[in-house]
């Protein structure tokens, strides 16, 4: 839940007003938090990741529609 609201509140406010980033940039981010999920460890790690990357592309597709692109 918590990472919910950081990805579809703080990071989305954060990408319209600064810009909706570049393939890397968003490679660079899954990266960092997929990496947070694996030092947590447990039975959901697999679908955690998948869960943030799904909202994590919601995000960014939102700030592209809203930027009108990145």
């Not at 990805?7 to 990266?31: F, H, P, R």
Request: hydrophobic fraction near 35%.
């Amino acid at each position: 839940m918590m990472a919910a609201y950081h990805i579809n509140v703080d990071l989305l406010d954060s990408l319209i007003m600064e810009g909706c980033g570049t393939n890397a940039d968003w490679q660079n981010l899954e990266d960092t938090i997929f990496e947070c999920i694996d030092q947590q460890g447990g039975p959901f790690t697999g679908m955690a990741r998948r869960i943030v990357e799904t909202m994590r592309d919601r995000v960014r597709a939102k700030c592209l529609e809203t930027r009108g692109g990145p």
